[in-house]
């Protein structure tokens, strides 16, 4: 029989399972599971960019997708499973118990969001982000070296010293800190005391500031001048930190059962769902692979004797087999993409979800099916519409900034703007300037890369946006004016967490020879058009020195 493994992909919304074929990398069953709380927005609040998730979300959903694609797959699957591996968003931290056990699992914090995990896009620490920032640069090592030079208010230490401060139960009830990515594959294998379980470097090294360099953490003076709240806990963290091809161990004789797979299946060191995405669309060195989601997390690899000692400046960070184990993994990105788009359609929606829904001139399942049919077409609406608007025709400049700026120059503070509207803007000009805004930030990323002397070869892209939106993708593609291919596989993030488990349970020796043979390749690739490259180098420093504005004159 073939062998296989399931890559678990916990995304901003939900969490899927995937099982791979090892030798063919056919892709033989997937289940997606919806976080019923999350999608009720519980323990979240929008308005103060609070977003918190329950563990149970992610423990109903680890154990549905896994057990209904074993259903789905063909019979003598489960037998011949050998590897999991997982990858989350992050940084999404968690407060847990000496046990290793999430605070909002244990009796008193079961609704207190503070005890929940800190989903990537809270951006409720910003003040905590500049404190670090500030006393970074005034410490004789600066610790924000390897981000980048700039924290921020998405990243793990930020965010736990935000939690502490406001909550008081959460600062005595927490021994200790754990991101998603590591507690999942923790929980299975069973070692989940924080000072023994295996945290991945991809997560430390990107959002915890640990770096060899520093001998792991950093310093306890350090944490302590920050804030004397700190003190302690960098010794109830970690030193050592693992990369994605390394086992966490095997499955518990309790999660076997559930799952209905052997105690011998191989568990994989976990990692952040971009990086190993960015393994599933099977990237190379000095191709930047783009996932494209409800934002952007843009990932380049380079080989470590090319990279040398290059700092590079205002990205989110360059950690050491942060990808692909053996090369120097680099990351930036967008906060929002695909979000900007689903805000707009929220605008529209307004009318619709306000006055026709409390409409008594049509019957109720009527009214829902209107409602229904409308709010799914208005995307694809636009698009088409959008499509038709002439470059630059409209005079309507927008930022990407509605969640604030990750890459280049990470400042959670701004906001998006819209710009040069008049009597005759209507949605799909509008729509229009908020995909070329998108697109914008992603050129400004390229840019800072190639400034700060990282060449890029070319754009490999992945994600709802990549597989959906034509129209999105030629605007990148001409705004970049560079070639992009989009990978075939529908679930490059489970595939690259399959490709991981597949070197962690030794079917193949590196990440390389896995992607290989478990690759999917390439579906399409966009081209850019040459009279709309020039084009869009106008609209860009449009968007530029409006961006400057916003940043610098009208927040002053």
């Not at 193949?508 to 290989?516: D, F, G, H, K, L």
Request: net charge negative; with cysteine; proline share 4%.
């Amino acid at each position: 029989m073939a062998k296989y493994t399931i890559g678990l992909d916990y995304g901003s919304d939900s969490v899927r399972s995937l099982i791979v074929n090892v030798e063919t990398g056919e892709e033989v069953a997937s289940v997606v599971f919806n976080y019923p709380r999350w999608q009720k927005q519980e323990y979240c609040n929008a308005h103060d960019n609070r977003f918190r998730q329950h563990p149970k979300d992610y423990l109903e959903g680890l154990e549905y997708t896994i057990v209904e694609a074993l259903k789905q797959a063909p019979g003598g699957v489960a037998e011949n499973v050998v590897g999991i591996s997982v990858d989350t968003t992050g940084s999404t931290p968690v407060a847990v118990d000496e046990k290793g056990t999430p605070l909002s699992l244990t009796l008193g914090f079961e609704e207190n969001p503070n005890a929940m995990f800190v989903l990537w896009k809270d951006h409720t620490a910003v003040k905590e982000a500049d404190e670090i920032n500030k006393l970074a640069k005034e410490w004789e090592v600066d610790f924000t070296k390897y981000e980048g030079g700039i924290y921020s208010s998405e990243w793990f230490w930020a965010k736990l010293l935000h939690v502490i401060r406001e909550d008081a139960a959460v600062y005595r009830a927490a021994y200790s800190w754990v991101e998603h990515c590591d507690w999942i594959p923790a929980l299975l294998t069973g070692n989940t005391h924080p000072k023994t379980l295996k945290r991945s470097r991809c997560a430390a090294g990107h959002k915890a500031m640990w770096h060899e360099a520093f001998g792991g953490l950093p310093s306890e003076e350090f944490l302590v001048a920050l804030d004397p709240m700190l003190a302690g806990l960098r010794d109830r963290l970690y030193k050592e930190t693992y990369t994605c091809d390394v086992s966490a161990g095997t499955l518990t004789k309790e999660w076997a059962e559930k799952l209905g797979l052997s105690t011998d299946v191989v568990v994989g060191v976990g990692a952040f769902d971009a990086h190993l995405g960015a393994v599933g669309a099977e990237i190379e060195p000095y191709y930047v692979s783009k996932v494209m989601g409800t934002s952007t997390c843009d990932m380049l690899i380079t080989p470590m004797d090319e990279i040398g000692s290059k700092v590079v400046a205002g990205i989110c960070g360059q950690v050491d087999g942060s990808i692909v184990p053996g090369m120097l993994g680099l990351e930036a990105g967008q906060s929002a993409f695909g979000d900007i788009y689903a805000w707009f359609k929220r605008v529209l929606e307004w009318p619709l979800k306000n006055i026709l829904a409390e409409t008594s001139l049509v019957d109720e399942a009527t009214k829902q099916k209107l409602l229904e049919e409308t709010s799914d077409k208005i995307i694809a609406k636009l698009s088409d519409e959008a499509a038709k608007v002439p470059i630059g025709e409209s005079g309507v400049v927008a930022l990407d900034w509605m969640n604030g700026r990750r890459t280049p120059d990470a400042n959670q503070a701004l906001k998006g703007a819209i710009a040069g509207l008049n009597l005759g803007s209507d949605a799909p000009r509008i729509f229009r300037a908020l995909v070329e805004a998108t697109a914008f930030g992603s050129k400004a990323i390229n840019d800072r890369f190639i400034s700060e002397g990282v060449r890029i070869d070319g754009v490999i892209a992945l994600g709802g946006v990549a597989k959906k939106s034509p129209l999105v993708m030629q605007i990148v593609a001409d705004v970049l004016n560079m070639p992009i291919k989009v990978a075939r596989s529908e679930q490059a993030c489970a595939l690259g967490s399959a490709m991981a488990a597949a070197v962690v349970a030794g079917v193949y020796s590196s990440t390389a020879e896995a992607q290989q043979k478990m690759g999917g390749g390439i579906e399409t690739e966009y081209h850019p058009i040459p009279e709309n490259v020039e084009k869009y180098k106008v609209l860009y420093e449009k968007y530029r020195k409006f961006g400057k504005f916003i940043e610098f004159d009208f927040t002053a």
